[in-house]
C-alpha cells in the first residue's frame, strides 16, 4: 500500500497548537526550581557542609567524603519532595550528546523492605559500563576502566522523575574520554594565564571567567511527513528533494511573526527550560523556512555548555508533545540557509571587569585591547586547528556553503577596532587609551567611541567575529558540543597570553611603565595580524579563497584533511604545555573524530542508495510505464505516435536518469565496499570523503527525476511540504 502524500500532507497542514500549560506565576519565582542552586544548598545542608561545598565550588579546594555525604543527605531530602525516584550520572561521551544511566534510589532494609539511600559516594562517582562509547583506543583493553566524577561547578537538577548530577567522564588513566573534561581544563588554563595580566592592571582580580553564550538554530518538521522521509528519520537530514519554487528569496522568513503552533512549541520549551535554571531570553524566527532560533543569557562557560546539551535533549521532548521533530542538523535541506550555533565567548573577572570590552578609563581600555589583539594573534597561530575544532561530517555540508562562513577561520573586527589598531601603529607607546565623547577629541589620542557596542558592523560571513564585548565564533555547527570550539579557543588564547606574559616581563624589566611595555609588547603582535587573520571583508567571495591562501591561512575543505591539524607539532605544544589534551588524548580523539566522519557518510550513502532503488527508480519506472501505455494506445487508435512526441521525450529522459541513478549507486556501493576494507582511520575516512562526494552527485539525477514524474506518484514529500508546514 502506497502512501497518499497529499492526505498526509493536508492532515499536517490544518494541524492545531496543544493547549500549552503556562504557570500563573511570573518567570522569576519558578526559575531553577529544578536545580539544587545555592538557595537550595542554603536549605537542606548543614552549615558546616554548606561552607565545604562553597570552597569547593568557589575556591577548587577538594570536597571529603564527609562533606559528601552531607550533600548527599540535603539532595535527597530535596528530591524526595519533588517526587523524585532515580539518580544519574550525566555526561557528555563522544557521541555529540549526553550520556544516562538512571538507578533507583531503593536499597534493601534488611527486613525484606526497602529504604530511600543515597550517599556521598553515589554522587562523587559512578562507574558506568561505558566501553561502548568512542575512545579511540583509550579504553581499548578490558582492565582500563572509565568512571564518572561529579562536576561541582554545575549544579545538579532534576528531569522528571530523576536526579541529574552532571559528571565528567574518565579513563582509569586519566585521560578524558568526554567534552566536559577538557573543557574544564582550558577554562582553568586561561584563568592561569590571564590573571598574572589582569593583576598587573587590577590587584584585586582573583579569577578570571570564561564566559558562553549560544545562540541555537534549529529546523522544525511536521511528524508525519519527517516519517515518510528515511533519509531525515536515518541521517537527520534530506539526502535528496528539488528546491522549492519559493523558499528564502522573499526574506520573507527572517523575524517574522511566529506560526501559532511554533509559538506553543517555544513557550512550552521555554517553561522547561526556565524551571532547569537555563536563562533563554531570544526567540525567533531565522532566515530559512521553517527555520527558528533561541538564546540563553550568556553565563559561565560550563554550565552554559551544560545548559545548551540540556536544551537540546529537552526540545527533541518537547516538539513530539506538538507533533514536530526538531532537526539539528547543520544542513537538512540543500539550497537553503543551514543551522549553526554562534557561540558568543568573552572573559570577565571577579572584580566585574568584561576583558572583551572597552573600559572606563585609559587603563581599563588597554587591558581591553591587550585581550583583544591576543585572542586575534591566538586565532591567527592557531586557525587551523581552530577549524578543525568545528569540522564534522555534517558541518562540512555548511561551511563555504555561500550562507555560513567558509572553511577558512578569519577575525572581523569592524570599522572601529581596525582604525584604533591601526592608530597604535602610528603613536608613541605612551598615547594615552581615551573613550571619545568622555574627554572630547584630541589629536593624539586613541579613541574608541562611548556607542561601541552598537557600533559594530554586522558582517555574517566572517567565522569569527568581533562583536562589541565578545566574541562571536560562528562557525560552530548547530549539533555539536560547544565545548568542542571553545576548548580549542581557549587553548590557543592561553598560549597566546602565556606568551604575551613573558614578552611583557621582558619589558618591564628594562624599567618601562606598565602603560610603555604593554604598548611596546602589543605592537609587533598587532602588526603581525593586522593585515593576517583580520579581514572585514565578503567571507564568501571567491577572491578570499584567492586572499587567505597568499596570507597563508588555512584554505583546507576536506574535513578528515583537516582532523590532522590537532596533532601537529605546534598544536600538540599547545595543547600540552596548556594542560588541557595531552599528545595521547590528541591523537585517540583524532581516530574518534575520522570513525565518527566514516560512519555517517557510510549510513548517509547506504541510506542513499537505498532510497534511491527502494523509492525513486520504481516511482520513476511506474511513470515511465504509464507514459508509455499511452504511447501504446494511441498507436492502437491512430496507427500511429505522431503526437507522442511529449510522452517520448519525456521516456527517454526517464530512462536517461534512471540509469544514471543505478550506475552510481552502484558504483558509489563498490566504492564503499572498497573504502571498508582500508584498516586505518585516516585513510579510510578520506576514502569516506570521497563517498560523500558521490552523495552529492548521485543526488542530481533524483531530484531531476522529482521535476518530471508525476506529482501523484513520487513517495517522498517534497521541499514545498517540508519547509512551509508548521
Ligand atoms: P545576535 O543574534 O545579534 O548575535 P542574540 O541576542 O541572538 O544576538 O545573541 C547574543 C548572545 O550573546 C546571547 O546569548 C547573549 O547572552 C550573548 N552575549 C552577550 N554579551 C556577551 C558577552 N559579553 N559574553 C558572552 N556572551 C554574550
Ligand atoms: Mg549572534
Redesign the pocket.
Known amino acids: 500500500m502506497s502512501i497518499d502524500r497529499t492526505d498526509l500532507v493536508r492532515k499536517a497542514f490544518v494541524k492545531k497548537a496543544p493547549a500549552v500549560e503556562i504557570p500563573e506565576e511570573k518567570i522569576s519565582e519558578y526559575f531553577a526550581e529544578r536545580v539544587f542552586d545555592r538557595a537550595k544548598m542554603r536549605k537542606y545542608l548543614d552549615p558546616e557542609t554548606l561552607q565545604a561545598l562553597f570552597e569547593c565550588i568557589d575556591e577548587g579546594k577538594p570536597l571529603d567524603r564527609k562533606t559528601a555525604d552531607g550533600v548527599a543527605r540535603g539532595m535527597k531530602e530535596w528530591a524526595l519532595e519533588h517526587h523524585v525516584t532515580h539518580v544519574t550520572h550525566w555526561f557528555q561521551p563522544l557521541t555529540e550528546g549526553t550520556a544516562e544511566k538512571h538507578d533507583s534510589f531503593i536499597d534493601m532494609d534488611g527486613h525484606g523492605g526497602v529504604i530511600e539511600s543515597f550517599d556521598g559516594k553515589a554522587l562523587v562517582q559512578q562507574e558506568p559500563d561505558a566501553s561502548s562509547f568512542p575512545n579511540g583506543g583509550i579504553r581499548a583493553t578490558f582492565e582500563a576502566r572509565g568512571y564518572t566524577a561529579w562536576d561541582p561547578m554545575s549544579p545538579v537538577f532534576i528531569q522528571w522523575d530523576t536526579l541529574c548530577i552532571p559528571t565528567v567522564f574518565i579513563a582509569y588513566t586519566g585521560e578524558a574520554l568526554d567534552y566536559k573534561t577538557p573543557l574544564k581544563r582550558s577554562i582553568k588554563a586561561i584563568s592561569d594565564a590571564a590573571l598574572p595580566i589582569v593583576r598587573l592592571f587590577d590587584p584585586e582580580a582573583s579569577k578570571v571567567q570564561c564566559n558562553l553564550g549560544w ?1 541555537q538554530e534549529y529546523f522544525l518538521v511536521d511528524e508525519d511527513l519527517y516519517a515518510a522521509r528515511p533519509d531525515l528519520m536515518i541521517t537527520g537530514r534530506t539526502l535528496m528533494g528539488h528546491m522549492s519554487s519559493k523558499s528564502q528569496q522573499l526574506d520573507d522568513h527572517y523575524f517574522a511573526a511566529i506560526p501559532a503552533r511554533v509559538a506553543a512549541f517555544m513557550r512550552e520549551l521555554e517553561v522547561e527550560s526556565l524551571r532547569l535554571g537555563i536563562p533563554l531570553k531570544t526567540r525567533h524566527n531565522e532566515v530559512a523556512p521553517n527555520q527558528f532560533e533561541m538564546a540563553p543569557i550568556f553565563g559561565e562557560a560550563n554550565l552554559s555548555n551544560d545548559q545548551n546539551q540540556l536544551v537540546m535533549n529537552l526540545m527533541h521532548d518537547v516538539a513530539h508533545r506538538h507533533g514536530f521533530v526538531v532537526l539539528l542538523h547543520e544542513k537538512p535541506f540543500d539550497g537553503i540557509n543551514g543551522s549553526g550555533k ?1 557561540c ?1 565567548w568573552s572573559l570577565g573577572t571577579d572584580t566585574g571587569r568584561m576583558l572583551m570590552a572597552p573600559g572606563r578609563d585609559p587603563e581599563g581600555n588597554l587591558l581591553f585591547l591587550t585581550f583583544f589583539v591576543n585572542v586575534l594573534k591566538a586565532v591567527q597561530r592557531h586557525n587551523s586547528v581552530l577549524k578543525a575544532s568545528i569540522a564534522s561530517a555534517t558541518n562540512a555540508h555548511r561551511l563555504g556553503g555561500n550562507e555560513a562562513p567558509p572553511a577558512i577561520i578569519s577575525a572581523f573586527l569592524g570599522r572601529t577596532m581596525t582604525a584604533v589598531l591601526h592608530k597604535i601603529l602610528e603613536v608613541p607607546s605612551d598615547t594615552p587609551i581615551q573613550i571619545a565623547g568622555k574627554k572630547g577629541r584630541s589629536v593624539g589620542l586613541i579613541e574608541i567611541p562611548e556607542i561601541f557596542v552598537d557600533n559594530t558592523d554586522r558582517n555574517r560571513t566572517s567565522p569569527f567575529a568581533f ?1 562589541g564585548n565578545r566574541f ?1 565564533f ?1 562557525a560552530v555547527g548547530s549539533s555539536a558540543n560547544c565545548a568542542g570550539a571553545l576548548t580549542t579557543l581557549n587553548a590557543a588564547v592561553a598560549e597566546q597570553l602565556l606568551d604575551f606574559k613573558q614578552a611583557l616581563d621582558r619589558e618591564l624589566a628594562a624599567g618601562k611603565t606598565l602603560q610603555v611595555a604593554v604598548m611596546d609588547t602589543l605592537k609587533p603582535i598587532i602588526a603581525s595580524v593586522i593585515d593576517v587573520v583580520c579581514f572585514d571583508g565578503n567571507g564568501y567571495s571567491a577572491e578570499w579563497q584567492q586572499e587567505a591562501l597568499r596570507r597563508g591561512l588555512d584554505v583546507e575543505t576536506r574535513v578528515p584533511e583537516m582532523f590532522k591539524a590537532f596533532t601537529r607539532p605546534d598544536s600538540v605544544a599547545m595543547f600540552t604545555r596548556t594542560g588541557v589534551y595531552t599528545e595521547k588524548e590528541l591523537l585517540a580523539r583524532n581516530e574518534v573524530k575520522w570513525d565518527t566522519y566514516i560512519k555517517k557518510v557510510q549510513i548517509e550513502s547506504r541510506v542513499m542508495a537505498r532510497m534511491a532503488v527502494n523509492h525513486i527508480i520504481p516511482a520513476a519506472l511506474e511513470y515511465k510505464t504509464l507514459l508509455l501505455k499511452e504511447v501504446a494506445l494511441h498507436q492502437q487508435v491512430f496507427g500511429n505516435q505522431d503526437e507522442c512526441r511529449t510522452e517520448l521525450d519525456m521516456v527517454h529522459r526517464i530512462s536517461a536518469y534512471i540509469e544514471e541513478v543505478s550506475d552510481r549507486a552502484e558504483a558509489m556501493r563498490q566504492n564503499r565496499k572498497r573504502a571498508n576494507a582500508i584498516e586505518a582511520e585516516y585513510e579510510k575516512a578520506v576514502a569516506y570523503y570521497g563517498i560523500a562526494q558521490e552523495i552529492n552527485a548521485l543526488r542530481k539525477p533524483i531530484d531531476n527525476l522529482e521535476e518530471l514524474v508525476d506529482n501523484k506518484l513520487w513517495p517522498l514529500p517534497k521541499y514545498r511540504e517540508l519547509l512551509f508546514i508548521s
Open positions: 545562540e554562534h558568543n562583536t562571536e560562528r
